[in-house]
């Protein structure tokens, strides 16, 4: 449906988009991720025909942007970082401008109705559009957007500045727009890329340093090496227990106490699932644990290290063009080679199914357990873990808001 | 472009400008039709339309100041340009709609002629002379009218490319009015003094012949007397087209910065 190869965007001497290329099917939700700066604005602003290329090409639909560009603009629906809104004007008479703007030809007053519906603005439409809220205006901005019914909409930071509730009413409305339009989004909030869409481009000074699938880029995230543990018990005898556990590289104490309860931060050996051992081992000692939570590496520390490690060892040298292209390789690698592994993941855990519902016995093996205490409920560890966790992650981040999609 | 045509009109009416604009014209039209004829007992209405002609100078830029500043700064221009609209169409829908408010102006402000021709009615049932011409000479008026609307085309394509230059409004007034005095004012300079007594400004007819085909003001002489002039007809239509395409150029480039 779009099409970008090689696009290229200089202000001046400065470079906002440095050689981008991809592809962008039918029915594709993609997310654009990237810090401020970091050229997404401009993209977008390039594939709507607002600003031209330096060079590359941007179709859409099949038709170049520069060759034609009004059958271009037709195939799409724009919500700009600020909704471009005229505030002496009702929402009707601005739906009704942008219906004639576009050109429409369809029955109008119905048209406008469904519109105003889908993103609940019916009761605003007779009023004023600068005495509506920040809310409002977005979603009257989304409206505009949406007059017309273009095959492709493109959302500029459309959750900026709605409050939380807002904002899973936008998300959700932009997961119901996906199904039959393919929609891209900019965002600098990450749960927002995860919650709601099928792909991450992620970009950093102008170049993509990752592409991937969010359900690959989810699995990455998904980590079971670092948790916060909630344990009754005395606290010294409890860290040492943890301190002394093999497989645990790491255990402290953290300063937040709950009653009788402490909480500890352990982190295992890389590969280990040391969850199942844990439990045991506190249930041997007779403290319960009340509380456990992955800390898992979250989709923003994948981020930041992709964005940032290579970025800072190379701001202090002398920014030769030689350097600025290793460091994009650089960052580009680090990420593949993150996202790469977690599909490997996955894939191993495809093939192997009959591994997730462990038997049970298998840990009575390992660690001796006296037969009175938690023998009953044994799969207990288990239910939280592995596979359904990345399916399940991305709707409940999204309903959940800030809530981190690792945790659980 | 007859969206944009629409909602410009629309604007006009929802916001104060387009009602100050109309009332400043009208009172200033209704003033000075009352001082150059009423009062001074004249049924010449030559300098009625030069002096409304010289005070469309502060008038026009209130109809062309927001044009495309405001957009810019509302960034509502970015809903324009990614619409299915060519620039073209959105510089002329908004040309068209700022000359509609300015043409609808002057035809109502014509009222103000009415007097003179009641008047004229009364005083040649009372004369004998009925081979003279009494009251005021249509086609005077006709072409005045006719220059004034030609003139006031080219100011507002003036005032268009100028607020296509800049975010502020009131920046774009006060450069549309300085512009717009400089370009009367270079007619002025030719006219200060005389030949005889040697007391002439700009001695050079070389220098005075180049100031009068860059002044505005100059061409518009002959509409006054009911003369259709095809040269100055093409030098306003051409000026104003000018502007009209610097301002599409102004935006084509602002896409490519």
Request: aromatic share 10%.
């Amino acid at each position: 449906m779009i099409k970008i190869s090689h696009l290229v965007k200089n202000y001046g001497s400065m470079c906002a988009v440095d050689d981008i290329s991809f592809d962008i099917e039918r029915g594709e939700v993609v997310g654009f991720l990237g810090p401020n700066g970091a050229g997404k604005s401009t993209t977008m602003n390039i594939i709507t025909g607002y600003l031209s290329s330096t060079s590359g090409t941007v179709t859409v639909g099949g038709v170049d942007i520069l060759d034609d560009p009004l059958s271009a603009k037709r195939l799409i629906g724009y919500l700009p970082e600020q909704p471009p809104l005229y505030p002496d004007m009702t929402v009707e008479e601005y739906l009704g401008f942008a219906y004639d703007l576009k050109n429409c030809k369809f029955n109008k007053a119905k048209h406008l109705k469904e519109i105003c519906d889908v993103v609940k603005i019916s009761d605003v439409r007779q009023r004023l559009i600068k005495n509506l809220s920040k809310g409002y205006k977005q979603r009257v901005g989304i409206a505009q957007a949406l007059v017309g019914n273009p095959p492709v909409i493109i959302f500029d930071e459309p959750t900026i500045g709605l409050d939380p509730k807002q904002i899973i009413e936008i998300r959700n409305l932009i997961r119901t727009l996906g199904r039959e339009h393919t929609v891209i989004l900019s965002t600098h909030i990450l749960q927002e890329v995860q919650a709601v869409c099928d792909r991450i481009i992620i970009i950093n000074k102008g170049k993509i340093v990752a592409d991937e699938l969010t359900e690959n880029i989810s699995k990455a995230v998904e980590n079971t090496r670092r948790f916060n543990l909630k344990i009754c018990g005395p606290q010294r005898d409890v860290l040492s227990t943890l301190k002394n556990m093999s497989g645990i590289v790491y255990a402290e104490v953290l300063a937040a106490r709950d009653g009788d309860a402490y909480t500890y931060m352990i982190e295992s050996e890389v590969n280990v699932d040391i969850r199942k051992k844990v439990f045991w081992t506190m249930a041997e000692n007779k403290w319960p644990i009340i509380g456990f939570e992955a800390l898992g590496m979250s989709i923003e520390d994948i981020f930041i290290a992709v964005v940032d490690k290579t970025g800072d060892s190379a701001a202090g040298k002398k920014k030769t063009r030689y350097a600025e292209q290793r460091r994009a390789a650089a960052e580009k690698e680090m990420a593949a080679g993150m996202v790469e592994k977690a599909a490997e993941e996955v894939r191993r855990r495809a093939e192997e199914p009959d591994e997730a519902p462990e038997p049970e016995g298998r840990y009575y093996e390992d660690y001796t357990v006296t037969e009175d205490t938690f023998a009953a409920k044994p799969e207990d560890g288990d239910a939280s873990g592995d596979a359904a966790d990345g399916r399940d992650g991305p709707a409940e981040a999204a309903d959940a808001g800030a809530k981190n999609a690792g945790g659980n | 472009m007859l969206a944009i045509y629409k909602k410009e009109m629309r604007s006009y009416f929802i916001n104060p400008v387009g009602y100050v604009f109309v009332g400043v014209f009208l009172t200033l039209a209704a003033a000075l039709c009352c001082y150059t004829t009423l009062q001074s007992s004249s049924y010449s209405t030559a300098s009625y339309f030069y002096f409304l002609l010289l005070s469309m100078i502060v008038v026009i830029p209130l109809l062309t100041m927001r044009t495309f500043a405001e957009e810019r700064k509302m960034r509502t221009e970015q809903m324009l340009l990614t619409a299915p609209v060519s620039i073209i169409q959105m510089v002329l829908g908004k040309f068209l709609a700022a000359f509609t408010m300015f043409g609808g102006s002057l035809l109502i402000s014509l009222i103000n002629l009415v007097p003179l021709y009641i008047i004229g009615a009364e005083e040649d049932n009372l004369t004998d002379f009925s081979f003279t011409h009494i009251g005021p000479v249509t086609a005077e008026i006709v072409g005045s009218v006719m220059g004034i609307l030609l003139v006031g085309g080219a100011f507002i394509a003036i005032g268009m490319f100028i607020s296509s230059l800049t975010e502020s409004q009131l920046s774009a007034a006060v450069l549309t009015i300085a512009v717009l005095v400089f370009m009367v004012v270079l007619n002025l300079l030719n006219k200060i003094g005389s030949d005889s007594d040697g007391t002439r400004v700009i001695n050079s007819y070389v220098v005075r012949y180049v100031i009068d085909w860059f002044s505005v003001i100059s061409r518009y002489t002959a509409f006054q007397y009911g003369i259709l002039q095809w040269s100055a007809l093409l030098y306003y239509l051409s000026l104003t087209f000018i502007f009209i395409y610097l301002t599409v150029r102004v935006y084509e480039r602002r896409r490519w910065a």
